[in-house]
Nanobody
Framework: VQLQASGGGLVQAGGSLKLSCVVS????????MGWFRQAPGKEREYVAA???????DHADSVKGRFTVSRDNAKNTVNLQMNSLKPEDTAVYYC?????????????????WGRGTQVTVSS
């Protein structure tokens, strides 16, 4: 299974971006998906997850601003990010696991994409 994240870029504070993660070499419906991020000098941080049946979970730091979704027909998972803040600046990664529900633990994910850079200017 290969994952390819895209959609990152430079945006001003208060702006929006939509990240996408395309799954290839496997069927998205078989996986729960997660988004994580890592800022320079910091540990990888959980952002959001969506289970195989669509159960959603978002970290408190992004709740109400970010929304994860999935389109199994397109083998794509999206992360809509609104009201962006400078502290959201990081490389964003998508990840896949075979459990029914998503997880907040990076160690639970077997497959990872390369990441896409999100930079929010103040």
């Amino acid at each position: 299974v290969q994952l390819q994240a895209s959609g990152g870029g430079l945006v001003q504070a208060g702006g929006s971006l939509k990240l996408s993660c395309v799954v290839s070499g496997g069927t998205l419906s078989r996986y729960s998906m997660g988004w994580f991020r890592q800022a320079p000098g910091k540990e990888r941080e959980y952002v959001a997850a969506i289970g195989r049946t669509g159960v959603l979970d978002h970290a408190d730091s992004v709740k109400g601003r970010f929304t994860v979704s999935r389109d199994n027909a397109k083998n794509t998972v999206n992360l809509q990010m609104n009201s962006l803040k400078p502290e959201d600046t990081a490389v964003y990664y998508c990840a896949a696991n075979t459990n029914a529900l998503g997880s907040r633990q990076a160690a639970d994910y077997a497959y990872w994409g390369r990441g896409t850079q999100v930079t929010v200017s103040s």
